[in-house]
């Protein structure tokens, strides 16, 4: 079943020349495409299939600090204060809130590193509170078990994610740029070595400047130009709950469930530790980079299928033919 996902209308007429292309309509491509446009750049968005109808419209949906790699760290905390100017100046209600992050536990190893990462994190200026086993069992009530403790970070939120990438794609529009869904791109045109041009099946649109954000299609298209972009495709359970469900915090994070509050009152329930991370050519090429990651993490993964494979994503023939 796909998830919940708003649709918007575009124009079909595919322009001759831009400043910059961007491919693919996910939330990194739509936010890369609306800051350019906003600086007055003539900017195209790319979609092979509907914008957001990917990853984007299937995940948790948190803006958060809280947990983060301390290299990420800053450039998170910008990007909650770049969702609230974004809101601002569309008009439009992209589910953003900073309704709080919660992580509940029960493992006290878990539990000390919240704690050692919240005192480094506060020292970054990033709002950050262990709670107590009391404290931690009255936040979490609506799980209905009591916990030995957790972390609450007050300033971190949420947006909708069957909202938030088309919206931000409509400002695209508004800042004067093209959006183009159901077009594929195929290819880059070089010229002197560099890049010239952006091959999409309906035709070429000349430009010096691409932006790639085509998700796990990245691998596949850039493979062709002899670049390798390495990626690990893991798999989880996500469940869309319908507006009306009561007792339902917006962004809790057990071992068990992760749960956040979309823009249209329903719920994003996921299994957490159910990850599947499928083997593809990508992750093997990548390994020595990945498996440090994972090792931390290996009980929250479990080994996967082929589905990855099969989907096209490591395919040099498939990538520019399928459709969301």
Not at 87 to 100: I, K, S, V, W, Y
Not at 123 to 135: A, I, N, P, S, Y
Request: glycine share 12%.
């Amino acid at each position: 079943m796909s998830a919940p996902l708003l649709r918007i209308t575009t124009e079909d007429i595919l322009p001759a020349s831009a400043d910059c292309v961007v491919i693919g309509a996910g939330i990194v491509g739509v936010s890369a495409a609306y800051w350019l446009a906003r600086a007055g750049k003539s900017v195209v968005l790319l979609e092979k299939g509907v914008i957001g109808g990917e990853q984007s419209s299937r995940n948790w949906g948190w803006c958060r600090q809280q947990n983060r790699d301390a290299r990420e760290l800053p450039l998170s905390t910008k990007s909650l204060a770049l969702w609230e100017e974004m809101t601002a100046d569309l008009g439009e209600d992209l589910g953003f809130r900073r309704c709080g992050l919660l992580y509940l536990s029960n493992s006290e190893t878990e539990i000390e590193g919240w704690a050692d990462w919240g005192r480094f994190a506060r020292g970054e200026g990033v709002d950050t509170r262990m709670l107590d086993g009391k404290e931690a069992t009255e936040r979490g009530v609506a799980t209905g078990q009591s916990w030995r403790g957790g972390v609450w970070s007050p300033s971190d939120g949420i947006a909708d994610p069957s909202r938030a990438a088309p919206l931000i794609a409509k400002g695209v529009l508004k800042h004067g740029s093209r959006v183009v869904q159901n077009c594929a791109a195929r290819g880059l045109e070089l010229s002197a070595g560099a890049v010239s041009g952006v091959i999409t099946e309906r035709g070429v649109i000349a430009t010096t400047q691409v932006v790639m954000a085509g998700g796990a299609w990245a691998s596949s298209f850039l493979r062709q130009l002899g670049v390798e972009f390495p990626q690990a495709a893991v798999r989880s359970s996500i469940l869309s709950v319908k507006p009306g469900a009561e007792g339902l915090p917006p962004a809790l994070h057990t071992a068990s469930v992760s749960v956040t509050r979309r823009g249209d009152g329903g719920h994003t329930l996921a299994i957490s530790g159910r990850g599947h991370l499928d083997p593809t050519p990508g992750a093997l090429f990548g390994a020595k980079h990945f498996l440090p990651m994972f090792a931390k993490r290996w009980r929250a993964l479990r080994p996967g299928g082929l589905q990855a494979w099969n989907a096209g994503f490591e395919s040099r023939s498939r990538w520019s033919m399928d459709r969301q």
